[in-house]
């Protein structure tokens, strides 16, 4: 079993609609959650990080986490072509030797069609 | 300010060169991560430092030389390397205490 699992799409969503990237994560003791985002042939962009249960809104992204079933999700209100991207889910595993490490998902594609 | 820099932006080399790649950050940042990354795949951890003293080695080969000279500053030498090691190498910072990782622009190496 992946330690970080996302749907690799690629998910396709009209703009205007909201795009729901999900991603689920082994490791009960995991800490921090992260959502970045990642332009073809460039690096990885922080967008989002939550660490406590519920939602966390920043602009036209809400993070979700809900620790008891062990999954978090980026919803994208109003989709724009700009946001066609990867996105990149990390967790922060529990535990003082895992200190510095991230654990990242797969990635999901999402493209945002006019 | 979250930027962390990186250069050069692209370099080619043979199997035989030696060079390096560095990295800086001027946000007080006092860890500092290089990952690899090849195409469609994610980031994939090599070297940790924090406080300027490698924590973190992901059983990296030897052809791979990570140097952090002081707060702001961590170089990768790099020599003898092999085609597969053609990828993007990434840069990021953190503070002290937080997770939150900040990725410099990346190097786009390729190895013929």
């Known amino acids: 079993q992946k330690e970080v699992e996302q749907n690799s799409g690629p998910l396709s969503v009209p703009e205007g609609a909201i795009a729901s990237l999900n991603c689920t994560y082994s490791?009960?003791?995991?800490?921090?959650f992260f959502w970045y985002r990642q332009y073809s042939g460039k690096s990885p962009e922080l967008i989002m990080f939550?660490?406590?249960?519920g939602d966390k809104e920043d602009g036209r992204f809400t993070a979700q986490l809900n620790k008891a079933s062990q999954y978090v999700s980026l919803l994208i209100r109003d989709s724009q072509p700009s946001d066609s991207a990867t996105y990149l889910c990390?967790?922060?595993?529990?535990?003082?030797?895992?200190?510095?490490?991230?654990?990242f998902g797969q990635g999901t594609i999402l493209t945002v069609h006019p | 300010d979250t930027e962390v820099t990186q250069t050069p932006k692209h370099l080619v080399m043979g199997m035989t060169n030696k060079k390096s790649l560095k990295c800086e950050q001027h946000?007080?940042?006092?860890?500092m991560y290089w990952y690899k990354q090849k195409a469609k795949k994610p980031p994939e951890l090599m070297f940790v430092?924090?406080?300027?003293?490698?924590?973190i080695n992901e059983s990296v080969p030897s052809r791979f030389s990570p140097e952090c000279p002081n707060s702001s500053l961590l170089n990768l030498h790099l020599h003898a390397l092999q085609p597969e090691d053609s990828a993007l190498y990434l840069c990021?910072?953190?503070?002290?205490?937080?997770?939150?990782?900040?990725f410099g622009p990346g190097t786009r190496l390729t190895v013929l």
């Open positions: 990021a910072s953190s503070l002290m205490g937080t997770d939150t990782q900040y």
């Open positions: 490791d009960r003791g995991s800490q921090s």
């Open positions: 939550i660490y406590s249960n």
């Open positions: 990390a967790v922060k595993p529990a535990g003082g030797t895992s200190y510095g490490k991230l654990t």
């Open positions: 946000m007080g940042h006092r860890a």
């Open positions: 430092y924090s406080y300027e003293k490698l924590s």
